[in-house]
Structure formats: C-alpha cells, structure tokens
C-alpha cells in the first residue's frame, strides 16, 4: 500500500501529563500522512512540554490553564502557521492514549477520502469508568433532540476533520463542552459526520474527589453547550443531579 503524502496534523491538548505524552507524541508522529504533531501544554506543572518537545513534538504553552477548547483553538492556529500550499487536516487526540495512538488510521482515512467531514472515535474496548455515564448521557440525549442523530460515544475527544469543518465549528463551546458544541454545530450546519470504532484506550476517571470535581465540570460545560444552542436545555439541566461517582 502507498504511504499517503503527509496531509494531516495532529493536536493534541495536554495538562500534567509528562508520564504519558512522550509515547502518544512518538506513535501519532508514525501515522501514514502525519507530518506535524502539536501539543498544547494548558498550563502543565510538570514537564509535559519538555517531554512532547524531546519526543518530537512542536510545543505550544498556554502559562495558565485555560481549558480544553482553548487548547484546541490554539493547537490548530499553530498548525495552520506551518500549512504550505493547503489546509493539513486535523486529527485531535487524548494526550494520555500513549501507543494507543497509533490505532488512529481509520479515524484519518474517511476524512482523506472525502467520505466525511469529521470523524469521531468509538473505542472497541470500553474501560470501566467511575462515573454512572450521566454526563454521557446528557451530551448524548441533547445531540440527538437536537439534531436527529445518535452519538455512540459523545464525549470522545479522538476526531479527524477538514479545516473548513474546524473553521465552521468555531468559537467552539468552552472546555469540556467542546465536543458536543462541535457535534451539533457541524451537523446542524450539513457537515458529514460519522462514527469509526478503533482499538485505542486511555486512562480511565476515577472515583476520588479529584475525580468527581472533573465530572462535575463535564457535566457544567456540557450543559452549557446544548444550553447556548438550544435555551430550553436550561430547564432540564435545573433536573439533573450533581454525579456522586
């Protein structure tokens, strides 16, 4: 099979995760068509930065933490700095999925094709969260009144798109609100989306109470995402209990 020529760069937002990013760094730099891999360091106190940059990566850093979107945006404008005569693609992922990452070659492929304008990760192989799924389910719950369609896994943050599906996208909805954001805008807007299984895993949350103030924050930046597409989300979101783990 023909190696692709490179048309692809990878963003990747990462926070305090020097243990884990070298390796994701070192397998996203191996997929066919990737020559450019951009990580944002939001505000790391440990050495992410140092270790992405040793691994291969051009660096970004935001001296404050200032959320997953903001990552996002900042890791796609550095990319477009670097495009010659056309627009890279942009293949967004987890900094914690470590040599998982190489597993994203379907996600890349349909986009490449033309067959879809982004694509969005289904793991084959779930981990155990701590959660009960019911930021999830919400993210999921709202995509689907909102535009018809059925997300198998909302909040995934491994995606592939064009960049004129990035740029139809934006401003994209704060932090951890961006996916489902990204998701209604692109497919209210006639954007092809589609779901490709891949065989990727990255670190699960847990059940401490750092862990239950993170959920805590998905479930506040979720809602305000389907809130600020859709107001009437107000008044469910008013229902809905705080997650407990």
Known sequence: MAVPEPDTAVVIPAKDEAE????????????????????????????????????????????????????????????GLLDADHARHLLFLDADLGETAAAAVPLIAPVRAGEADMTIATFATRVKLGGHGIVVRVARDGI???TGWEATQPLN??????????????????????????????????????????????????????????????????????????????QTLSTIRSPRG
Do not use: Y
């Open 20 to 79: 884990r990013i070298g390796a994701t760094v070192s397998a996203a730099l191996k997929l066919p068509g990737v020559d450019l891999v951009v990580v944002v360091d939001d505000g790391s106190s440990d050495e992410t930065g140092r270790v992405a940059r040793a691994a291969g990566a051009r660096v970004v850093r935001h001296s404050r933490n200032r959320g997953k979107a903001a990552a996002m945006e900042s890791g796609a404008e550095a990319a």
């Open 144 to 146: 689907k009144r909102l």
């Open 157 to 234: 943050g491994q995606r592939c798109l064009t960049r004129d599906a990035f740029e139809a996208a934006r401003p994209l909805a704060h932090g951890f609100g961006v996916e489902t954001g990204m998701t209604v805008d692109l497919l209210r807007k006639g954007f092809r989306v589609v779901e490709v299984e891949v065989e990727m895993s990255h670190r699960a949350t847990g059940t401490d109470w750092r862990s239950q103030v993170h959920r805590a924050r998905q479930l506040r930046d979720v809602g305000l995402a389907l809130a600020a597409r859709e107001p009437v989300v107000r």
